[in-house]
């Protein structure tokens, strides 16, 4: 299967000062890729160069089968900003005719576009009267006019309420169900702990860590964490019986593990039957996983 994005040893310098060195990656056909980092980290470096808008110091870099900022990539290839910004006297149907006309795509699709990011009833109304949250959902709309390869969002969902940010990523899943790429950076990791295929980590300009959410488990080795509601009773055998258990404040037990270790203690922990009344296991998160990988890199 072809690459939808390759990018080999691609380092950047402005001046003596490098934000990228030897930076690779890989993202294919439906393949949702988190890109995350500190500020300053390399991360709009990078999106800058897919998009063909500065060029790399070194290495080589495909978008769709072709050179970033040719003709042949930019048909293929939608971005949406953190502040997505739109003339605040159009309607949010005539900034998408508009964006249509350029593509060379039908301007009758702004409605059906406006509405699939959930604006169909604001379609008449001045972006001027816009929220923050519509005017990203405006520029959502128009990252899928033409059907494009590879989406490139930065910070997507800011300024978007809890709903919206759930209808947003549903909309992504079904975008890479039907083959789109997807390179999505963000700070908010609870929300691209469960969306995404594979998570690259950039510090100071270099990969630290790549993978997917259970390799990244297995390569930081943090804990897993058993939480235990004992049976009226049982508590302080319960807590004899687990070497590191300890009683909580609100009379549940917890314990943790290695990841090796987690179906060994599972399988203990079922054989307690009755004296348990319920269990949460709690893997380590991807928040966890981040704060691991940056402080090694002293972030």
């Known amino acids: 299967m072809t690459s939808t994005l390759t990018i080999s040893h691609l380092t950047k310098r402005f001046g003596p000062v490098a934000a990228l060195t030897d ?123 033409g059907h494009p390869r590879l989406l490139v969002l930065d910070e997507p969902t800011s300024g978007l309420d809890p709903v919206s940010r759930r209808d947003f990523y549903a909309l992504l899943d079904g975008l890479a169900a039907e083959g789109a790429s997807i390179l999505l950076s963000s700070h908010v990791l609870t929300e691209v702990e469960a969306r995404t295929d594979q998570i690259l980590i950039l510090a100071k300009g270099r990969i630290e860590a790549a993978g997917t959410l259970t390799g990244l488990r297995r390569e930081a080795e943090l804990p897993v964490s058993f939480t235990l509601t004992p049976a009226e009773g049982y508590a302080e055998s319960l807590i004899e019986s687990l070497t590191g258990a300890q009683l909580l404040p609100s009379g549940q037990i917890q314990i943790s593990c290695r990841q090796d270790e987690k179906l060994a203690l599972l399988t203990r922990v079922t054989g307690f039957g009755p004296r348990i009344t319920d269990l949460d296991v709690t893997p380590p998160s991807l928040e966890d996983i981040y704060s691991h990988f940056s402080r090694r890199t002293g972030q």
């Open 23 to 145: 930076v690779s990656l890989t993202v294919a056909p439906g393949q949702r890729v988190a890109l995350l980092g500190h500020n300053g980290a390399g991360k709009s470096t990078m999106m800058k160069i897919i998009l063909g808008l500065i060029p790399a110091s070194e290495g080589e870099i495909s978008v769709c089968g072709s050179a970033p900022g040719s003709a042949q990539a930019r048909a293929q290839v939608a971005y949406l900003p953190e502040n997505a910004a739109f003339h605040p006297a159009l309607t949010g149907e005539e900034q998408l005719r508009h964006y249509l006309r350029l593509r060379g795509e039908a301007p009758g699709q702004a409605l059906d576009l406006l509405a699939r990011v959930g604006l169909r009833d604001a379609a008449k109304r001045r972006i001027g009267t816009y929220s923050k949250g519509m005017r990203q959902r405006v520029g959502l709309a128009q990252t899928l006019i």
